[in-house]
């Protein structure tokens, strides 16, 4: 039986840092919130680089480290939570070309911070759908300090950052897929926002006066309270849905990666599922804060490198775009 699985990731992590303590120094956040989120810092990319150069940095890495011959990826698919370098524009066309590659269909993907998961059902079951394609690239980038304050937004503090990974078909894959399951409760569609130029903006401004334009807000903060109810449910109802389906147990599960971006948040989770730190991307929240759709691949890079993991090992992950949409995916190594 043919499987769709994760045979290799690459990343791009810029060396630069910024210290957000400088929000609290800066007046811009209360030491209570900053303390709540629990980021100390953040990777910050060049600021004349766009976020497809970090894709192709990611991808060119990816392909030269694992010897790929570039004519034998069929698909690839861009994703990123901020907004790719123009609008009406390609940014997987624009890395298709850089990267050369030849025999590709490529496109891309947006649902903010969870585009992967998406991405990565997309490719599945186009790959599984055509006995020819046996080779895809996921690629994505988010550069976040022309959108936000400080890198902070919305409640989280963000960094920069790019990542690859290579996608294979075949009867014995690496980290193959095993369920996927998601969930869009469409109601909380003004809790992320960002006009990026677009001709609607100044009617939403004449709305709601708060906003500033090109940085991401919460255009209406009135259904917060009602998600702060909902949140760690509606992790737990797909948690426990793509376990069913998977006809696994949580017991079962090695590694667990949780949405990123929020140490109160993550600690909710992992009470509410009784879970070990230990077994989550936790630990690495501190030092990268919330790393938009990059994120995942980043911290399964780390989960990957941090756990001794046999082939075999189960991984959960969890995460959600904006919408907002919740969605889990097991893995098995």
């Known amino acids: ?15 630069n840092k910024y210290s957000t303590h400088n929000l609290v120094k800066k007046g811009f956040m209360q030491e209570r919130v900053y303390n709540k989120i629990g980021v100390k810092e953040v990777p910050i990319g060049e600021e004349q680089e766009t976020p497809t150069e970090m894709a192709i940095k990611a991808g060119r890495k990816l392909l030269l480290q694992e010897n790929v011959d570039f004519q034998e990826i069929n698909l690839l698919v861009y994703v990123g939570a901020t907004p790719p370098d123009f609008l009406l524009w390609s940014a997987a066309a624009k890395i298709t070309h850089e990267l050369n590659l030849k025999n590709c269909f490529s496109f891309e993907i947006q649902l903010g911070c969870g585009g992967l998961q998406a991405a990565f059902q997309a490719i599945k079951a186009m790959m599984l759908s055509n006995d020819k394609w046996t080779k895809a690239l996921v690629v994505t980038a988010d550069k976040w300090g022309p959108y936000t304050k400080e890198r ?8 920069d950052s790019a990542a690859a990974a290579l996608l294979e078909k075949g009867n014995n894959v690496l ?10 409760d469409g109601q909380f569609h003004s809790l992320g926002h960002l006009s990026s130029g677009t001709t609607y903006t100044k009617r939403l401004m004449n709305q709601y006066p708060d906003l500033v334009e090109n940085q991401y807000s919460i255009i209406d903060g009135s259904t917060i309270p009602l998600l ?15 376990l069913s389906d998977s006809k696994w147990e949580l017991e079962d599960v090695s590694c667990i990666i949780l949405p990123s971006g929020r140490r109160d948040l993550m600690e909710r989770i992992i009470q509410e599922l009784s879970l070990s730190v230990e077994k989550t991307n936790m630990p ?9 759709a990059p ?3 980043v911290d ?13 090992d189960k991984i959960l992950i969890l995460s959600a775009g904006v919408g907002i949409t919740w969605m889990a995916l097991t893995l098995q190594v």
């Open 1 to 15: 039986m043919k499987h769709v699985g994760i045979s290799s990731i690459a990343t791009y992590i810029p060396t």
């Open 295 to 297: 994120g995942l691949l």
């Open 175 to 184: 980290n193959r897929f095993i369920c996927f399951h998601g969930h869009t």
């Open 228 to 242: 702060n109810e909902v949140n760690v449910a509606n992790y737990k109802k797909v948690a426990t849905q793509v």
């Open 300 to 312: 399964l890079e780390n989960i990957l490198n941090c756990h001794n993991l046999k082939k075999g």
């Open 152 to 159: 902070s937004g919305a409640g989280l503090i963000f960094g």
């Open 284 to 292: 690495f929240l501190a030092q990268q804060g919330d790393l938009g």
